[in-house]
Structure formats: structure tokens, C-alpha cells
């Protein structure tokens, strides 16, 4: 088996797309629409963002994005993982990229929404270091949100 590569890609690829439709599907089996806070796959391709894509030889695995804000902090969107490679510890490894990557470009906060029924993303963002905060940003209170942060050293 090839070794799984983590690296900054394009998202506009037709494997990437696949994946964040499978993860749009995922969210929408979870929660209402007006609780679902996907970026576009045009916003995705701004320069204020680092996009990764996690790979074993063409078969795509999952992906991760790094928002850059002008405050100095950053904001992880569009974590997903496909279903076939679960348990590889592939969320933790797509993480520690993001992390790194924030450190590369002095952020100093990392922050993140995700939903209150994904107790496998809690539970990753939660053994990294991330806390609960109120919401942040443009969101709203929602009781199916959950909002955390991760201050970097």
C-alpha cells in the first residue's frame, strides 16, 4: 500500500469535488441547511487560503482548509474525511498540517464551527487542545454548533 501525502492542492479537481459533495451530503443528513457553514468552492481558491488535500497515490482521502483572517487568526474549514479511510488517523495528520501551516504564517488562534452530532470531530478537536468559545466571526449562537479555539505558542 502507498503511503498517504498530505499536501497543498487546487481544490477545483474532480476527486476534491467528490469529496466536499460527500461531505455536504454528510452535513445535510445532520443538520439544517441554515445550520450547515460550507464554503463555496469559489471561496475555497481565494488567496487567504491553504487548501490540503490528503492522498494515496491518485485516490483522493480527505481535506482541509486554513482560513486566514486579518486579526491574526485563522479558521479550519471544510474537514472531511472520506468513509474508506476511517481509522487511519487521518484527521489527526490533516490537523497537524493545518496547525503547521498557521504556524508558517505567525497565526497565533486557530478557531472552528462544527456540529454538535459529529462526536468523532469533537473528540480529535478536543485531544489537540481546542476549547469551547462563544461564537466567533459572522456566526450566530446555535444550539447545533459547536464553536473552539486553539491558541498556538
Same mark, same amino acid.
Given at each position: ?6 499536501? +497543498?492542492? *487546487?481544490? +477545483? ?8 459533495? %460527500? ?24 488567496? @487567504? ?23 491574526? @487568526? *485563522? ?19 490533516? %490537523? ?6 498557521? +504556524? ?9 464551527? @462544527? ?8 473528540? %480529535?478537536? +478536543?485531544?489537540?487542545?481546542?476549547? $469551547? ?15 473552539? $479555539?486553539?491558541?498556538?505558542?
Amino acid at each position: 500500500m502507498q503511503d498517504l501525502v498530505i499536501q +497543498r492542492e *487546487a481544490p +477545483r479537481q474532480p476527486g476534491v469535488l467528490r469529496l466536499l459533495e %460527500l461531505s455536504d451530503a454528510y452535513a445535510a443528513s445532520l443538520y439544517p441547511a441554515e445550520s450547515n457553514h460550507m464554503l463555496p468552492i469559489e471561496e475555497l481558491e481565494a488567496d @487567504t487560503v491553504s487548501f490540503f488535500v490528503a492522498r494515496r497515490g491518485d485516490e483522493i482521502l480527505g481535506c482541509a482548509s486554513l482560513v486566514r483572517h486579518d486579526d491574526g @487568526t *485563522a479558521e479550519i474549514k471544510r474537514m472531511f474525511v472520506d468513509g474508506s479511510a476511517r481509522g487511519l488517523k487521518l484527521g489527526k495528520r490533516l %490537523l497537524d498540517q493545518l496547525e503547521s501551516e498557521a +504556524r508558517s504564517f505567525a497565526i497565533s488562534i486557530i478557531r472552528l464551527e @462544527t456540529g454538535i452530532y459529529q462526536p468523532e470531530a469533537i473528540g %480529535l478537536y +478536543r485531544n489537540a487542545g481546542y476549547e $469551547e468559545i462563544p461564537p466567533f466571526g459572522g456566526y450566530k449562537l446555535d444550539p447545533l454548533s459547536l464553536f473552539m $479555539e486553539k491558541r498556538l505558542r
